[in-house]
T-cell receptor
Framework: AQKVTQAQTEISVVEKEDVTLDCVYE???????LFWYKQPPSGELVFLIR??????QNEISGRYSWNFQKSTSSFNFTITASQVVDSAVYFC?????????????FGSGTQLTVLP | EAQVTQNPRYLITVTGKKLTVTCSQN?????MSWYRQDPGLGLRQIYY???????DKGDVPEGYKVSRKEKRNFPLILESPSPNQTSLYFC???FGQGARAFFGQGTRLTVV
């Protein structure tokens, strides 16, 4: 069965520090997709990235970067030069392609607090 | 604008009083799901639907019903709500497995 683990429940950093959020997943599928979503204090879920299992290239988008490593089943998310507006809960999620169409399996989330 | 719309955003109800949370999407997506979010547990899937008249249970279906009579709508029904169903609920839609899911704004339900 698919599973996503976000071992860091809460992280607190001071503004301008870099921070990495860890995500480890389990799946038996060879084809799957990984996602990161952000949930700011207002409560909505904001899509950040989607990555398929055949593309291990790291991705950078502004201050955000993602490191996908199939060998360790990890899909970690780094925020460079963090800002107070980055304070949110961040969820990693997995979607298998074969088997039942159960859409997303989420990790338990990491609460990031960026202090001024 | 592409969106998933849930209503109501906030709801306080009493134990046993039937309620429906509506969800509608305007993207012609085939896949729709309901999730509940609880502290420390992330989002857990309640029910999902692959198309009209096709629904199936997710991880936590007990106490919930759904229906998919039209492609755009996927209401969540609590026939006899209990306090343990107090939670934040999200509806989502996507083109298919592995596709990006679009989420509604969330419905915060309190059952007293």
């Amino acid at each position: 069965a698919q599973k996503v683990t976000q071992a860091q429940t809460e992280i607190s950093v001071v503004e301008k520090e870099d921070v990495t959020l860890d995500c480890v997943y389990e799946t038996r599928d060879t084809t799957y997709y990984l996602f990161w979503y952000k949930q700011p204090p207002s409560g909505e879920l904001v899509f950040l990235i989607r990555r398929n299992s055949f593309d291990e290239q790291n991705e950078i988008s502004g201050r955000y970067s993602w490191n996908f490593q199939k060998s360790t089943s990890s899909f970690n998310f780094t925020i460079t030069a963090s800002q107070v507006v980055d304070s949110a809960v961040y969820f990693c999620a997995l979607s298998e392609v074969s088997g039942s169409a159960r859409q997303l399996t989420f990790g338990s989330g990491t609460q990031l607090t960026v202090l001024p | 604008e592409a969106q998933v719309t849930q209503n109501p955003r906030y709801l306080i109800t009493v134990t046993g009083k039937k309620l429906t949370v509506t969800c509608s999407q305007n993207m012609n997506h085939e896949y729709m799901s309901w999730y509940r979010q609880d502290p420390g547990l992330g989002l857990r899937q309640i029910y999902y639907s692959m198309n009209v008249e096709v629904t199936d249970k997710g991880d936590v279906p007990e106490g919930y019903k759904v229906s998919r009579k039209e492609k755009r709508n996927f209401p969540l029904i609590l026939e006899s709500p209990s306090p343990n169903q107090t939670s934040l609920y999200f509806c989502a839609s996507s083109f298919g497995q592995g596709a990006r899911a679009f989420f509604g704004q969330g419905t915060r339900l309190t059952v007293v």
